[in-house]
């Protein structure tokens, strides 16, 4: 894949973040988001590349930090999780990466978010843990999709529908 491509990716998502912030604050009843995806210390590295964590959810003030997996796209707001399940280039993918780091004791993302954004705006966002996330997965309750034929870095995506996680007990924060 074009490493060009991925930073204005990774830049355009961080920009959504900053717009996301206070949402996610909310949302999770205060702390603050740092950023660990594209910073260059070794191990804001290790939890981005290794761990999938794109940020930090810290609650200063009750001594605990969640690692939080971020996916924002610009399209309507779909109501979905989207985990990629296949890259075109054969790479790791965060499916196979946090299941093998669930399995063996390892660090990963406790929190999963979905964004969608029309217009330089947030439409809709949502959380859960990540580990009720794989489980739904597994269970056989999401389904499968594929990038568009046009898209860069062909790849496909176990897709979660938010209300189907519902009716399966499972926790999901919805804003708005």
């Not at 109501?79 to 299941?99: H, I, L, N, P, Y």
């Not at 780091?101 to 999963?112: D, K, R, S, V, W």
């Not at 034929?149 to 995506?157: L, N, P, T, Y």
């Amino acid at each position: 894949m074009d490493k060009g491509y991925v930073m204005q990716d990774m830049r355009q998502s961080m920009n959504y973040l900053d717009k996301a912030r206070p949402i996610i604050a909310r949302m999770l009843c205060g702390g603050k988001t740092v950023t660990v995806e594209g910073d260059d210390n070794e191990v804001c590295k290790i939890l981005d590349m290794t761990c999938g964590t794109d940020y930090i959810h810290v609650y200063d003030e009750k001594g605990i930090c969640w690692g939080v997996a971020s996916r924002m796209q610009n399209y309507p707001n779909q109501r979905t999780f989207t985990v990629r399940k296949e890259r075109e280039s054969g790479a790791k993918t965060e499916w196979e990466k946090r299941k093998y780091a669930i399995e063996h004791g390892g660090i990963y993302p406790f929190l999963t978010m979905q964004g969608y954004v029309q217009n330089g705006e947030i439409v809709g966002l949502a959380i859960t843990k990540t580990t009720d996330l794989m489980r739904f997965v597994d269970a056989g309750c999401a389904y499968q999709q594929h990038t568009r034929a046009d898209q860069k870095g062909q790849a496909a995506f176990w897709v979660c529908r938010w209300d189907d996680m519902r009716k399966q007990g499972i926790k999901v924060i919805e804003w708005p």
